[in-house]
DNA sequence: GTGTAACCGAGACGGTACGTCAGGTCTTGCT
DNA sequence: AGCAAGACCTGACGTACCGTCTCGGTTACAC
């Protein structure tokens, strides 16, 4: 049965407001400058509204995500026949995507997020691990399914590898990886 | 030709309590938990005796690291011949120590702590990336000197996201990862 | 029109702790050793809390001093009819407070937060110079209305001057200097 | 018999680049921000020759006012015959200094010393109570000799009683205590 | 309609840590 | 042995946020 209950209910306008305001803060300032107040004062949004919905900032973080707040664009592995050539380029496409102006601290920024909230790298994972009907074509190669998953996270967990570095990846370096992942 | 001063020079003693101090403290609390007024407190050394020495949290942590003081455990690969082998055996061992109580905890927060500091990434990179003669092993196995560092890189970025994501990885995980990199 | 404003009021307990832990402190260390950490210490307080209403360490003495926490003493000038002798009685029991344990250090603490602060000079000048009506009968002696204000700080800044030099005045003392400033 | 010592004597060099720092620093900033290190700082010298020869801030200061290097006007009180007439002139030109850029803090920057150090204390009285031959003066006008001393303390209290509360004292204030005082 | 209970914004509260400044002591190499 | 230089530990400074709390105002269901 349902709890039937008076008053109002949580404003949805509210509840945009902080995420929106988070994602644009964590761009701007990195997540170890992204505090409660600023979210609070940026939003025109009462503390103990955000205290209330969300138990910690990883938490925020995790729904913005999950809106498509940070790391809006869907990019898709084309399929022109060959896997290689295929993931080498859809790498090339996201490193774009984070060599933009705040692309690398926002990672950087997930990769913190990440360390407190395990839930945080899981998404961070999917969108960097070319998961759209890669797997099967991954399989069809001859790998068998647990080996790709295993390519996935060691595709994800090399970019964040030359984030965290601060290394800007060449195409030889992106080449390099996808061969050794992905026999011909 | 050296520069001549007059005056105290600097502390040893200090310098190798803060690094201590830090290294304990990281390995407790974590890294958002580690603040210089702990690590001053805990090496009994002034608060200003920190900031004279090292501009940021990441760069004791990076000095500790360097000293040995964290991940203490030089582990090499062994040579039988079988590199898939002697990757897959190092792993598990490195696996084994991340593990232990507070092996988890230290490398989230190495992780946390390069976010802020490129050269704790590399640091991190180099500790789990096999390095022992590995490379070598690798482009004698055929693939180009290039792809030996990708590789390493994959291995490295690959653990850290286990360790993200809050996974235990499985024998089968390693095994898989290693067969998808060296091929066999 | 009154401004009306949601949200908590100021605390009037926070304040009324605070000032007294100031006057407590006062009278005990003096004024070099009053910090604002030791007042917020005493009076459980946190340290904003001081910061977000008082301006200095002067601003609180100075409130403390109008709410009657430092110096409580009303000590009125009789009126026997002869001017002199209400005076120097009235000095004398003003130095036998001063002679209290803490009366001397109070006092020579004041001075210092008057360096500081113009409004506590004022607020000693009334508590030093007798000012229950003698201005009244000061004119009515003789003295235009000028100097019986003039006449007023003098007294204070004799007091003033014998704190500073560390002297204890003298009955005859304080009869001189009635004498020299209210002629019979 | 002297005590035979060996190395070398202490530096007036040092002596005087101190006690000038200090005077110079005590006009600028005012004693409340007068710091021992601001002082080695000025003086080129070590902070470890400071407290080797003075105990506190305030036995500098006091050591630089009897060496004259501050207030160093020997102001002299006129004598023509007219008692009231020559102190108001000399308290006006008294003030005149005070009022000169520096003059009222450093007024005020001594009466917080002397807070600290009676001994200050009695040096301002000194230069405050216009103390040449006066004394003989007053008690050749009719006043004994205890009560000179008291008239002085009270014109020095006073004008320190003005500078504590940021008074500017008008021709009117200065003539009615002199009368007050020295009654004609 | 009218309670009434939960929402909202604002922001004060007791705290912890920040990074800086100065205090007073000690150490080093020079003169 | 005095000196300039400056590292050391200590402790206060004034600021930024934390997470909790208290206000007045505003919904929106339940009676």
Chains 1, 2, 3, 4 share one sequence.
Do not use: C
Request: charged share 20%.
């Amino acid at each position: 049965m349902e709890e039937h209950r008076a008053g109002p209910r949580r404003s949805e306008q509210a509840r945009l407001a902080v995420l929106t305001a988070a994602a644009d803060l964590l761009a701007q300032n990195g997540y170890e400058n992204l505090t409660i107040e600023a979210i609070a004062r940026q939003a025109s949004v009462g503390k103990q509204t955000i205290y209330r919905w969300w138990p910690s900032r990883a938490a925020i973080l995790t729904e913005a995500l999950l809106e498509g707040m940070i790391f809006r664009q869907q990019l898709a592995v084309r399929n022109t026949g060959d896997l290689r050539r295929d993931l080498t380029e859809w790498m090339s496409r996201v490193w774009s995507v984070l060599d933009a102006p705040q692309g690398r601290m926002l990672l950087r920024s997930l990769v913190a997020a990440a360390t407190e909230h395990p839930a945080i790298g899981e998404l961070m994972r999917d969108r960097l691990s070319a998961d759209g009907g890669i797997r099967a074509r991954v399989v069809a190669h001859g790998d068998p399914a647990v080996a790709a998953v295993e390519i996935g996270d060691a595709i994800a967990g090399w970019m964040m590898m030359q984030v965290l570095m601060g290394a800007a990846p060449t195409p030889d370096g992106i080449r390099a990886i996808v061969h050794a992942l992905v026999p011909g």
